[in-house]
């Protein structure tokens, strides 16, 4: 038994989650200084703040028919099906055709040291990389939100 690794829930500050905030229930102002006092009361509120301002560059999905283009790659499926009226069987085909390009944030502030808050204590999340190029549904599946 002694080579196996016990894996206590307790030990998750072994992997850094010590330096992150756990978003309270009763809600918080981002932790960036610059970013002032506003209460977020809700945690995807908040992580949505985060993307917006404190990615460095975002990562949009481009349909192939037009110049729309969405963080979310769901967004372009369902813009696909109701603005292009691709039928369903040819769905498949059609999101091959969607690129993805990564751009810079214009509206970027510097987080600093600060990283993103977590969602709770129990739930083991992985902490977004503060900068860099961030895929939003993959971060948008880790955090279990749904904007
Ligand atoms: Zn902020
Ligand atoms: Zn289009």
Not at 77 to 92: A, D, G, I, S
Not at 98 to 120: A, W
Request: with cysteine; proline share 10%; hydrophobic share 35%.
């Amino acid at each position: 038994m002694a080579d196996v690794l016990d894996l206590h829930p307790n030990q998750e500050e072994a992997i850094g989650g010590d330096r992150a905030i756990v978003f309270p229930p009763q809600g918080m102002a981002c932790p960036v200084p610059s970013c002032g006092d506003h209460i977020f009361n809700s945690y995807p509120g908040l992580m949505k703040h985060w993307k917006k301002r404190h990615t460095a560059s975002i990562r949009v999905h481009k349909c192939p028919r037009c110049p729309k283009e969405d963080p979310r790659r769901t967004h372009i499926t369902q813009h696909l099906l109701r603005h292009h009226h691709v039928p369903m069987n040819n769905l498949r085909e059609a999101q091959l055709g969607v690129t993805t390009e990564v751009k810079s944030n214009k509206q970027f502030i510097s987080p600093g040291d600060i990283l993103p808050p977590r969602k709770s204590q129990d739930a083991a999340v992985p902490i977004l990389e503060p900068v860099g190029a961030m895929d939003l549904d993959q971060a948008m599946d880790f955090y279990g939100l749904d904007l």
